[in-house]
């Protein structure tokens, strides 16, 4: 092995084609984009320079302010729920259904399989208020709460997005983190065991610490998809009421395509690349830190 990484003509064999697909595919697109942010106009009537004004415009838009906010606390609500939820169900899956956990953590996973559409539909099924009454709030009826519009009102239809997106990838983040409890050495557990510790103090002090590493990627991970999020908001409310659950994404998505201004529509896909990219790297220093004090 240290013979070939150590022959050039050996690595630019193995990682060129990779490198030219990756650059065809992601890199070049990247700078086209950056490329029209200094642009007007669309593809009927052309393109022509206009210097930093679609900067400008991003930093007085309160659209845009208003979409990264949702962008931003989307992303940190979601992320938790999905990492918390995927790491209780994997302790479960380790430390209380063992070798019987394979059908539940199928059961579990199968949500991830499922078209995004159809998961919004069904959510839209058990949410609705009118023409018929969805099971949310039939069982609120039936405890003597009226019923709630839950794509009504913005803050409403933000909680019904989070829960759906939670329940569609918690069994992903199970897997992923089972994957990671399974590698804690099995001495480690019993000597702890025999040093008293049980319950949450094992998991707190033993657990959880040497879990960290595919934690901290599972976060990572789940934070970059949370940031562009798309498919489900399109699929459950597609920005309503109003733009109050449009997101980076689509707001970028509608000025592009359905208002033709792609110039405007790449700066605000630059916005969200700096956006990921920042705090990808915050969620790496803090990981680096709290790995280097453990």
């Known amino acids: 092995m240290h013979r070939v990484l150590g022959d050039r003509k050996a690595v630019v064999i193995l990682l060129g084609p990779a490198l030219l697909v990756y650059s065809l595919i992601m890199l070049v ?18 393109f022509s320079g206009n210097g930093v004004a679609n900067f ?15 962008t931003l606390k989307y992303a940190v609500v979601v992320t938790v729920g999905q990492v918390v939820a995927g790491y209780l ?30 998961v919004g539909l069904l959510f839209q099924k058990f949410f609705q208020v009118a023409p018929q009454t969805g099971p949310v709030n039939s069982l609120l009826n039936m ?7 839950w794509f009504g009102s913005a803050g409403h239809a933000f909680w019904v997005l989070v829960v759906m997106d939670v329940w569609r ?27 008293g510790a049980s319950g949450l103090r094992l998991i707190r002090h033993i657990v959880l610490p040497m879990s960290f590493p595919v934690l901290m990627s599972s976060l990572i991970f789940s934070i ?20 109050g659950t449009t997101p980076l994404t689509l707001y970028m998505f509608q000025t592009s395509f359905t208002y033709s201004d792609y110039g405007y529509g790449s700066t605000v896909a630059l916005l ?11 969620v790496f220093r803090v990981s680096r830190r709290d790995l280097t004090e453990s």
């Open 272 to 282: 969200l690349t700096v956006v990921c990219l920042l705090v990808t790297l915050v």
């Open 224 to 243: 970059n998809g949370t940031l562009k999020v798309f498919d489900s908001v399109v699929a459950l409310t597609n920005g309503g009421p109003g733009n």
């Open 89 to 118: 169900l994997a302790l479960l899956y380790v430390f209380f259904l063992k070798r019987a956990s394979a059908l539940v953590r199928t059961l579990v996973f199968f949500p991830v399989v499922l078209p995004t559409v159809a």
């Open 56 to 70: 400008h415009r991003l930093f007085t838009d309160h659209a845009v302010r208003d979409a990264l906010w949702f």
């Open 169 to 195: 990838s918690m069994g992903f983040y199970a897997v992923l983190l089972f994957a990671g409890l399974v590698d804690v050495p099995e001495e480690v557990l019993e000597s702890a065991r025999l040093d």
């Open 143 to 149: 405890v003597g709460l009226d019923s709630v519009d």
């Open 29 to 46: 697109p990247m700078l086209w984009s950056v490329g029209y942010s200094f642009t007007k106009g669309n593809t009927i009537e052309g």
